[in-house]
């Protein structure tokens, strides 16, 4: 896929419509790889590369994100712009931060390579993280400020059936400028699928251990000006939030996914919300099932006791997209 180029047209054909052959179909449910694939990922595995990226914390980039998150643009309270000066709001460095890739070097989903195996695992997707913050130590609006990455995990699933995924975990530590301890530490996971291989369920996925009640929630529903929006802040090409017919006919999901990161970020920002005096430490999250574009989502949120609080976000049907844990500051 890294050699394919996906197509911002459709080819029509008299009344049969198709889509071009470089687009590589996701249909298949077991995937042989070959000795020399293998090869490459222990090769990979055994000399990852590193990722360095500087950001000015713009404010004018911040208002971006804050006229796009449902809890900030103005819906359901008034509006406050952001401030020079003042700290970042705790997930919210996940609007920076970004690679400036070309877009003959993306790959063939639209994504960035970053810390990302070789073929066939070229289509990736959100699978969780955990982030810890310095909460002495913020990252500042308006202060420049760098991150710093490594391959922190890797995890192979489903090898032995065909059906194999690589888990990708970096560490990604957020210094400002002049500062050598970190005021975010990140681990962020992608799992990365190969070439063929469908990974798309009839059903949701049940997941356990959703508490029976919530002690705080909010609602909103993502439209495809908030995910082109979003794209956009996460300077992010990936096609499975912008393009339907990529997203439909090549990876086999119904519609348009909301992007990992804006539904990590819901979730704290629905604490937030609710607590504007909180200070999270430390969120811990697994996305669980695809959050679809155009469908009512709902964030939840109880107390597990006076710091600790379990949040997940469920669609309209009841399929719980995600699941995080966040402790307090005491």
Not at 52 to 80: A, I, N, Q
Not at 253 to 258: D, F, I, K, N, S
Request: with cysteine.
């Amino acid at each position: 896929m890294s050699t394919l180029r996906l197509a911002s047209r459709i080819v029509t054909r008299g009344w049969q419509t198709q889509v071009p052959k470089r687009w590589n179909h996701h249909h298949n449910r077991t995937v042989a790889l070959t000795p020399e694939a293998i090869k490459a990922l222990d090769n990979w595995e055994a000399n990852p590369p590193t990722l360095g990226f500087s950001d000015s914390l713009s404010l004018d980039h911040l208002s971006d994100l804050y006229v796009t998150l449902p809890t900030r643009d103005g819906t359901r309270k008034p509006f406050e712009e952001p401030q020079n000066g003042a700290p970042l709001a705790q997930g919210q460095h996940l609007a920076f931060f970004h690679a400036r890739t070309p877009e003959h070097r993306l790959r063939g989903d639209g994504t960035d390579e970053e810390i990302s195996p070789p073929a066939p695992f070229l289509t990736r997707m959100w699978a969780g993280g955990k982030m810890t913050w310095d909460v002495e130590n913020p990252l500042i609006v308006g202060v420049k400020s760098r991150s710093s990455a490594t391959l922190s995990h890797l995890l192979r699933k489903g090898f032995e059936r065909n059906k194999p995924l690589v888990f990708v975990t970096q560490k990604i530590q957020f210094f400002k400028e002049g500062k050598t301890t970190p005021s975010v530490v990140e681990e962020r996971q992608h799992v990365y699928i190969p070439d063929g291989l469908s990974v798309v369920r009839k059903e949701p996925r049940i997941v356990p251990d959703i508490p029976q009640t919530s002690d705080f929630t909010f609602q909103y529903q993502p439209t495809p000006v908030t995910l082109f929006r979003f794209s956009a802040i996460m300077f992010n090409a990936h096609h499975i939030h912008l393009d339907k017919d990529y997203t439909t006919r090549v990876e086999g999901y119904p519609e348009r996914l909301v992007h990992g990161p804006m539904t990590a970020m819901m979730l704290l920002e629905t604490v937030g919300f609710h607590y504007p005096m909180a200070h999270i430490k430390e969120f811990e999250y697994r996305a669980t099932n695809p959050m679809y574009v155009n469908r009512k989502l709902t964030i939840h949120g109880a107390w597990l006791d006076e710091s600790v609080a379990k949040i997940w976000c469920v669609d309209d049907e009841g399929a719980v997209g995600m699941v995080g844990k966040i402790t307090l500051a005491k």
